[in-house]
């Protein structure tokens, strides 16, 4: 016998043992040990798959199949056009054509094309603008849409992967876009930053390539779910939160309304309390409108606000707490004026 001879055998043996191997455990043993007195045999039974590992997709999506996902932010993204000349981006909130964008979606106009990501083109209509940001919502004539659902902001955490959408160049097919958290929503604002009560200021940092053309691009969690949208080329993110007022507002009045108080002020969080040995954590004045709200409950400039309504701070944001507010509603706050405590009602009124 000669070498390949004997190779030849080996190899038909080793095929004819692993396929008797496989009818043995798959059928014969099984057969053998429905028998009468022959039940032990199902410990030697198995009835699991043949599995072929293939984890290193599962570990580079971080468990997440993200081409499903990109699809899912496409269908729910639309470019939009001032004639043939491309604008932005809009994020489709409702099934019959309510969308969101950004100013620099529309520039001043007030009618735009709109071309969703199958292809189809409507006239879109401007109808509201958001006071306190860049939001502008536009309308177009439609049913069967897919729409964003609302995910939390404020849930986000560093080192969390976020993901968006930007211009298509093809039908059904767009641009994508990932990044991590980079600071959460409370730990967004810097140490001595001034913020009016005028402009949304809540916001997550990330370090997503934010271009002039992903203005009005949905910003999205791993479940999908809508945290933001893409506000400007400023690496601004208008939160789910604020925008899910904004749609609320709109649904109910056809008009995007924010209560007013006219205030700028400073955050002071835990940390910085300690090291300022301030008993109280909240926001610090730093300015009062004349005639505002503010300034006519008799809030003062270095006041801190502590408490509204019974919240705290810890969880949420001042901001927050204004904002899901409707515009004639009452304040009632708590602040500390040196060292005394202080309780005033404040009478909101809408945003001019």
Do not use: C, H
């Amino acid at each position: 016998m000669n070498k390949k001879q004997a190779l030849n055998i080996i190899l038909i043996s080793f095929f004819v043992g692993a396929l008797g191997s496989i009818l043995l455990g798959r059928f014969f043993i099984p057969w053998m040990a429905s028998v009468t007195r022959w039940e032990t045999l199902n410990r030697l039974v198995t009835s699991s798959p043949i599995i072929i590992n293939r984890t290193t997709e599962v570990q580079l999506n971080e468990g997440v199949n993200l081409v499903e996902l990109g699809k899912q932010l496409t269908g729910i993204t639309v470019s939009i056009y001032n004639d043939s000349i491309f604008q932005g981006l809009g994020t489709i909130m409702s099934s019959d054509g309510l969308i969101f964008t950004s100013r620099n979606s529309i520039r001043e106009s007030n009618q735009v094309r709109v071309v969703l990501s199958d292809g189809r083109i409507f006239e879109g209509l401007v109808r509201a603008a958001d006071p306190k940001s860049d939001l502008v919502i536009l309308t177009i004539q439609a049913e069967g849409l897919p729409t964003a659902s609302f995910g939390s902001s404020f849930d986000l955490t560093t080192g969390q992967r976020v993901v968006t959408t930007g211009i298509a160049n093809r039908v059904l097919e767009r641009e994508f876009n990932s990044g991590l958290v980079t600071n959460s929503v409370l730990n967004n604002k810097g140490l001595a930053q001034t913020i009016s009560s005028e402009r949304l200021a809540d916001g997550f940092g990330t370090d997503l390539r934010l271009l002039s053309n992903y203005s009005g691009a949905p910003v999205a969690n791993l479940d999908g779910r809508l945290v933001g949208m893409i506000a400007n080329d400023k690496n601004e993110i208008i939160i789910a939160e604020n925008l899910q007022t904004a749609l609320n507002s709109y649904l109910q009045s056809g008009k995007i309304t924010r209560p007013t108080l006219g205030i700028e002020y400073t955050t002071l969080s835990g940390l910085q309390a300690g090291i300022q040995n301030s008993p109280k954590t909240g926001i610090v004045i730093l300015g009062v409108g004349k005639s505002s709200p503010a300034a006519l409950a008799g809030i003062l400039a270095k006041d801190l606000i502590f408490e509204v309504n019974g919240k705290n701070f810890d969880n949420t944001s001042f901001e927050q707490i204004l904002n899901q507010s409707n515009t004639t509603d009452q304040l009632k706050i708590k602040l500390l004026r040196g060292t005394k405590e202080i309780e005033l009602t404040v009478n909101l009124k809408p945003t001019p």
